[in-house]
């Protein structure tokens, strides 16, 4: 493997480091019920610095450390084990594959780390987050406090890691852009899919299978996030992910559903008809969504700041809610007065990368981030139109997302996900043209 880009990284944070120890472990592994776990996943943080993909792992980073400053401590090998779980790295292939300087068995983390902590000032860890390790790593601290009389002088800092490790993640590296172009492709041509196979009378659930199948048959580990393919009333769910439900003719389908690879991750949210053509009120309703996502997209460039997408999109959609006559009265006040929430309730986007929700402050020293080339964000305006007597009963139980995942460059902006079909037009062809005539009878099988 590799290993030149996630050297960098490494050179990078012990850089910032200094005089300190930083301690990493990855995430751990979680049981479903009896004797099953959700699949594994590496915690992002640690993956970010060691691309070290196995569960009960641990870096520690040491900065200046002669003998070597990137330590990995993972599992051992254990051929009984191995026969049925699979082969492990072990120590050797830490070393070997992964570029660790040095490598032990997980088991003499205890032995091994209160040495690396000796006469250094701070301890880079993020407390809170791992259960168990806390305790540990205080253990470890006191267990060097204890040679004070033999002049060993312990850390006198704890220093939450996240907010210099999440700097770095922030802006992304060209070949973690590589990585998020291509999740975002397979996304996209996931949502294709799902707009060619839906026909009135199919479940959500069978339009998740074609994005899942779809994420799978391209690399994907894993989706990003549990899918939500809501219909009809549905689509005003925000967080829905039940997908159980009977999609009907005349409604709209609301997809945000996205792949994840070699930890990368996309979001992609679409909304089409059920029927594959968009209804007087749900085209009104659409275009005004995507005249506001396109106009948020148009401000990500570097130079604007995290909020103007959002503050873009939030006048286009209370101007076009005015025109549509769901909201009354003039446009300034609605903003100022926060009307316009009734039916957006939710941000603009977030950052994208390792975690879909990405790490990263949005302010900064109160106020709001500048954009910078290399940062990758979603840009995810909607409309969500409940059931309501002051309400145009055209527009009832209508939601619209239109989610992008974008790359600011150095010059403007880069759409990851420009290969989902987005203008009504291009929707309506895509779920036109027909899927090839062998799925079709599977199907209908
Ligand atoms: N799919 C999660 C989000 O859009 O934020
Ligand atoms: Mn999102
Ligand atoms: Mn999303």
New binding site residues.
């Given amino acids: 493997m590799d290993t030149k880009h996630l050297h960098k990284r490494r050179e990078e944070l012990m850089r910032i480091m200094g005089d300190g120890v930083a301690i990493v472990p990855t995430a751990q592994v979680c049981a479903r019920n009896r004797d099953v776990y959700f699949p594994f996943r590496a915690d992002s943080d640690f993956y970010y610095l060691t691309a070290f993909p196995e569960p009960e792992a641990l870096a520690v980073f040491v900065p200046e450390r002669t003998e070597g400053q990137f330590l990995l401590f993972c599992r051992d090998k254990d051929p009984e084990r191995e026969l049925w779980d699979g082969p492990r790295t072990g120590p050797e292939g830490a070393r070997a594959i992964y570029g660790a300087d040095e490598a032990y068995p997980i088991s003499m983390a205890d032995r091994i780390i209160p040495a690396l902590l000796e006469n250094r000032r701070k301890i880079f860890y993020s407390m809170g987050r791992h259960t168990g390790l806390d305790a540990r790593t205080i253990g470890w601290l006191n267990e060097v406090r204890s040679h004070a009389r033999a002049g060993v002088a312990a850390p006198a800092q704890i220093v939450d890691l996240d907010h210099i490790l999440h700097e770095l993640r922030l802006i992304k590296h060209p070949e973690e852009i590589k990585l998020m172009r291509q999740a975002a492709r397979i996304s996209a041509g996931a949502h294709r899919r799902a707009m060619r196979a839906c026909r009135p009378g199919m479940h959500e659930y069978e339009l998740e299978a074609e994005l899942l199948y779809e994420f799978k048959k391209q690399g994907s580990e894993f989706p990003a996030?549990s899918p939500i393919v809501g219909g009809g009333r549905n689509t005003c769910i925000l967080h829905y992910i039940e997908n159980r439900a009977v999609l009907k003719d005349g409604d709209l389908v609301l997809i945000?559903a996205?792949a994840e690879l070699d930890g990368y991750a996309a979001?992609?949210?679409r909304t089409f008809p059920v029927n594959g053509r968009f209804s007087g009120p749900q085209r009104e309703l659409y275009e005004v969504v995507l005249a506001a996502q396109c106009a948020a997209i148009d401000t990500v460039r570097p130079g604007n700041h995290w909020n103007d997408p959002h503050d873009r999109a939030v006048r286009i959609l209370t101007e076009g809610l005015v025109s549509l006559g769901l909201l009354k009265g003039p446009v300034e006040d609605l903003i100022a007065s926060g009307a316009y929430r009734r039916f957006y309730m939710h941000r603009t986007g977030h950052w994208l990368g390792l975690d879909v929700h990405d790490v990263g402050d949005y302010k900064v020293d109160g106020n709001w981030r500048m954009l910078e080339a290399g940062m990758t964000l979603?840009v995810?305006p909607g409309l969500y139109v409940h059931e309501g007597e002051d309400v145009d009963p055209r527009f009832w139980n209508t939601g619209i997302r239109i989610?992008d995942d974008i790359l600011v460059t150095q010059s403007g902006c880069e759409i990851l996900s420009a290969n989902a079909p987005k203008t009504i037009d291009d929707i309506e062809q895509v779920m036109r043209s027909h899927r090839p005539a062998r799925e079709c009878s599977a199907r209908r099988a």
Avoid: K
């Fill in positions: 996030y945000d996205a979001d992609i949210t979603t995810e989610e």
